[in-house]
């Protein structure tokens, strides 16, 4: 049976999509040669930058515990970050960063598991 996703698991997600978005935005924001562009990606930067923290306090808040939604979050901003990476700037992983991305997410899978307690 597979378990039913937390709310506060999808804000998380979002929230690391959102901040790498951002970071992609800003790196946009400084290559182009017309100030408007630049100012109009630095402001879409802005603005997915301030919605993903909004995303993550709304995490932060239906969760138990903070650990769990920053370590999605962050999980999520890596793997999207990585994407965007190969996607737009022709950036190469191998087989390294597939190891050492499935070790990461093991590790947050297992710290982010709640505990549930057995009452006798």
Not at 39 to 68: R, Y
Not at 69 to 80: E, G, H, M, Q, V
Not at 98 to 114: A, D, N, P, R
Request: with cysteine.
């Amino acid at each position: 049976m597979i378990p039913k996703v937390q709310t506060y698991t999808i804000n998380a997600i979002i929230a690391g999509i959102l901040g790498s978005l951002g970071s992609f935005l800003g790196k946009l924001s400084g290559s182009f040669d017309y100030y408007i562009y630049s100012l109009l990606f630095f402001i879409a930067m802005v603005v997915s930058n301030t919605i993903g923290c909004i995303f993550f306090a709304k995490s932060l808040d239906l969760s138990a515990t903070t650990l769990q939604p920053a370590l999605i979050s962050t999980a999520s901003n890596y793997l999207f970050t990585a994407f965007l990476g190969v996607l737009f700037f022709e950036e190469t992983t191998g087989l390294l960063w597939f190891l050492g991305t499935t070790l990461i997410l093991s590790g947050i899978i297992l710290v982010s598991q709640e505990k549930k307690l057995k009452v006798t």
